[in-house]
C-alpha cells in the first residue's frame, strides 16, 4: 500500500447490476468528474475486477491526472460485504461470493481501498450532501436490477455487523413467491424491483394481455411506468409493485420511525407516479400511531452511490 498521499481528492467507485459508476470527489463533496461503464456479466470476478480497475483509471487520467492526489477509494457493492477486508462475502445480483475485492483492489491501485455495501452508501452520500442532509434518521431505498437500503440513526449506519445490513430487498413480502437471486422465494426483490416489473410485464404479454408495449424489444421498468395512463396491465404491474413496496416501508416506518425515507435507484425517475401513490399508502398506514416520515427522491441521482463511497473512503481515513 502507498503512503499517505499530499492531495485531497477521493475517488469513488459504484458497482452495480448494469452498469458501474466512478466519481471524483474533494473532501468537500464537488465532484470533479464521473464516468460509467456496462458491468460485465455476472460470475466472472476477474472481469469484474478488471472493469472496476480500469474505470478508475480512466477517470483519475481525464479530470485529474495524477494519482499522487487521491487519497483513498470507496467501493460499493450490491451485497454482503465484510467491512474490515473488503472481501465480498455475497452478492447475487453479480454472481460474486468469497471474493477478497478490497485485498485485490489495493494491489491494483496502490491506493488505501475500502469496500462496503453500495446502498449503505448511497444512503451515506445523500445523508452528507443530498435527500438526508440535516436528518438524524434516515432510510435510502435504492430500486433498480435489485432493491437496496441504507439505514441511519442518530447520525450512525446501521446493521453493519459481520457483513450483513438493512437487506430490504430480501424481506420476504409472499408466501412461495418467486425465486429470488438470492436463493430464497418471495422477496422484495421479486416483486417491486426493476427487474420484477419488467418480468411480470412480460408474463401478462405471453399470457395474451393486449398491451402498447407487446410489440417492444427489450422494453424497461421506465416503459412501464410511461405508459400507465393508458395501457391497463402496465397500471396493474406498477400498482402491483407499489402495494409491495409501500407494505414493506410501512413495516420499516412503525418499527423505527425515520425522519426521512429517500428513494433512489434508476426505478425513482418515474417521479410522481411513483411517489404519489407510494407516499399516500405509508401515510394512510402509519398516521394513526405517530408523525408520517418525508417521503422523497434521492438527490445525487445515478451517482449517489459512488459519491457516497468517496465520502466512505474519507471517513475511514480520518479513524
Known amino acids: 500500500m502507498a503512503g499517505k498521499r499530499a492531495g485531497s481528492v477521493l475517488l469513488g467507485i459504484d458497482l452495480g447490476g448494469t452498469y458501474t459508476k466512478a466519481a471524483l470527489v474533494s473532501e468537500k463533496g464537488q465532484i470533479i468528474g464521473e464516468k460509467h461503464v456496462p458491468t460485465p456479466a455476472k460470475g466472472f470476478p476477474e472481469k469484474i475486477l478488471s472493469c472496476i480497475v480500469s474505470l478508475g483509471r480512466d477517470v483519475v487520467t481525464s479530470f485529474e491526472g495524477d494519482y499522487l492526489k487521491i487519497k483513498g477509494i470507496g467501493v460499493g457493492v450490491p451485497g454482503r460485504v465484510e467491512g474490515e477486508s473488503g472481501k465480498v462475502i455475497f452478492a447475487p445480483n453479480l454472481g460474486l461470493k468469497e471474493v477478497e475485492l478490497g485485498e485485490k483492489l489495493t494491489a491494483e491501485f496502490c491506493l488505501p481501498v475500502f469496500v462496503e455495501n453500495d446502498a449503505h ?28 437500503s441504507g439505514l ?54 405471453q399470457g395474451g394481455k393486449p398491451s402498447a408495449l407487446a410489440g417492444k424489444n427489450d422494453f424497461t421498468a421506465e416503459d412501464i411506468f410511461n405508459a400507465v395512463e393508458k395501457d391497463p396491465v402496465a397500471r396493474r404491474v406498477v400498482d402491483n409493485a407499489i402495494y409491495f413496496l409501500a407494505n414493506a416501508l410501512s413495516n420499516v416506518t412503525l418499527l423505527v420511525w425515520p425522519e426521512r425515507i429517500i428513494i433512489g435507484g434508476g426505478v425513482s425517475a418515474a417521479g410522481d407516479k411513483l411517489m404519489k401513490p407510494l407516499t399516500k399508502i405509508i401515510n394512510d398506514r402509519v398516521k394513526s400511531f405517530g408523525e408520517p416520515p418525508r417521503v422523497v427522491r434521492a438527490q445525487l441521482g445515478k451517482m449517489s452511490g459512488a459519491i457516497g463511497a468517496a465520502a466512505y473512503a474519507s471517513r475511514c481515513l480520518e479513524k
Open 152 to 205: 441511519i440513526i442518530n447520525g450512525r449506519m446501521q446493521g453493519l455487523r459481520d457483513g450483513s445490513g438493512a437487506e430490504l430487498g430480501h424481506w420476504k413480502v409472499r408466501r412461495g413467491g418467486k425465486q429470488c437471486s438470492c436463493g430464497s422465494r418471495g422477496c422484495l426483490e421479486t416483486e417491486a424491483s426493476a427487474r420484477a416489473m419488467v418480468n411480470l410485464m412480460q408474463e401478462k404479454i
Open 121 to 148: 452508501l448511497a444512503a451515506w452520500g445523500e445523508y452528507w450532501m443530498g435527500a438526508g442532509k440535516g436528518a438524524k434518521d434516515l432510510l435510502l431505498v435504492t430500486i433498480g436490477t435489485g432493491i437496496g
